[in-house]
Nanobody
Framework: QAQLAESGGGLVQPGGSLRLSCAASGIIFRNYAMGWYRQAPGKQRELVATITSGGATTYADSVRGRVTISRDNAKNTVYLQIDILKPEDTAVYYC??????????????WGPGTQVTVSS
């Protein structure tokens, strides 16, 4: 059974940094594209960054230049480094694992999320 567990969230002052981690189990991690999404109160969930199984990355325009996504296949973990945090980065951050299969189509797994609050 696939499980994703985020960690590293918390309360940070504007201008600060955080590194979120997402540990995966129950999947062949190296075969999955991994992503970070976030959802602020009253808003829809939005993409933050993705990294393919081959290591190619994409970033939302709102965070490009401040965020780095990376993965460690040996540890089954994906990371999100967020620098120069802004109050508008306040949200619950979710980890996603995605794989396209021949028989079952696209499979998506989600973690429960970790809260990031940026405030002075």
């Amino acid at each position: 059974q696939a499980q994703l567990a985020e960690s590293g969230g918390g309360l940070v002052q504007p201008g600060g940094s955080l590194r979120l981690s997402c540990a995966a189990s129950g999947i062949i991690f190296r075969n999955y594209a991994m992503g970070w999404y976030r959802q602020a109160p009253g808003k829809q969930r939005e993409l933050v960054a993705t990294i393919t199984s081959g290591g190619a990355t994409t970033y939302a325009d709102s965070v490009r230049g401040r965020v780095t996504i990376s993965r460690d296949n040996a540890k089954n973990t994906v990371y999100l480094q967020i620098d120069i945090l802004k109050p508008e980065d306040t949200a619950v951050y979710y980890c996603n694992a995605r794989i396209r299969t021949v028989l079952s189509g696209t499979l998506d797994y989600w973690g429960p999320g970790t809260q990031v609050t940026v405030s002075s």
